[in-house]
């Protein structure tokens, strides 16, 4: 058998992309299949204080707040923050505030002598709670459990300011909701598996906690508070590291999220990410434009081997067997691990659906407009 040149060039470029492939499969992702579980603790050890914010989320907070309200943990608070809502926000606050002694609201008035924000919004939230531990999520989830709190307190390990917990979204019968949780699965996986590395770089605003006294160490967004998402990522891009981080992936301490309902939204939505990926540190933009940049390679190089020969046709198409049935063997237990087990059977094609959009949202995010808000 003999290959042209351009066949043993694509070739070469499909076996390089599936070491990159497997580099990240093997001695990365693998690391959170094979951690051991924490225990929920059965005690609490120190007060908590959880941050909502919310804009003109009435339906949401009168489904979810009272499972927040209602934890079984002995000492917490719970502060929302009304951002300037007029759906009946603040009515439905000011009659809840009075049932429950936990709950403290904080209201944001229109005033433009401020860019109002979420950041702003959890500024204030911050500066309000009354307790060092802040546990932060968003008036669209719910907890899996009423030992939410007990699985997300400050761990015993004085020296860990942040814990990175795990948010799955919630199923309904679509694609868009199927590609939606397949994506946020794999956001998932990279970031608590680097995280598990010792290279946290992002957590998720739906299911983290920090340090009160870490924020304001670090004079909190002041940063990065030009920038209208990353409030999440963009804070735990650059304070955490392998020493003052940890994970919490136990489904008691999970908290389920509303997704998006409609293409525009989600795509909306991916756009805030993206933006807020350009501002990572120089490490952690390298290490996921190779995953993102191989990947794509990986495929155009896969799609070109199929107008050549019949021989390099069969050898791109072993290429790519082995890298599905590796990933087949450890994609699946994480997620049932990561509360997503009915997508195992649709992996590969998922797979290779999520890749396509998200590379035609990095091209509309580039040449697209720039503006975006939270709300």
Known sequence: M?????EISLLSILVLCLFVQLYYVLFVHLKLAQVRVEEIPETAKEPVSVIVCARNEITNLERY??????????DFQVVVVNDRSWDGTEEFLEQLEKQYSKLKVVKILDNDKFIAGKKFALTMGIKAAKHDWLVFTDADCIPESDNWLLGMQQPTDENVEIVLGYSPYLKRRSLLNALIRFETFFTAVNYLSFALKGMPY?????????????FFKNKGFAAHMHIPSGDDDLFVNAHANKHNTQIRINKESQVWSEPNQTWSGYLKQK????????FYKSEHKFILSLQIIAQFMFYAAFAACMFFSLETRYIAAGILGFSILIRCLIYPKLLNRLNYRDLRWWFPILDILLFFFLTLNGFLSMFGKKKVSWK
Do not use: D, T
């Not at 003999?2 to 351009?6: F, G, N, T, V």
């Open 2 to 6: 003999i290959l042209s040149i351009p």
């Open 271 to 278: 756009k805030r990410h993206f933006g807020a990926g350009k």
């Open 202 to 214: 992002m957590g998720v605003g739906r299911n983290m906690a920090y340090k009160k006294s870490l």
């Open 65 to 74: 707040l009272p499972s927040i309200l209602n934890q079984n943990y002995p």
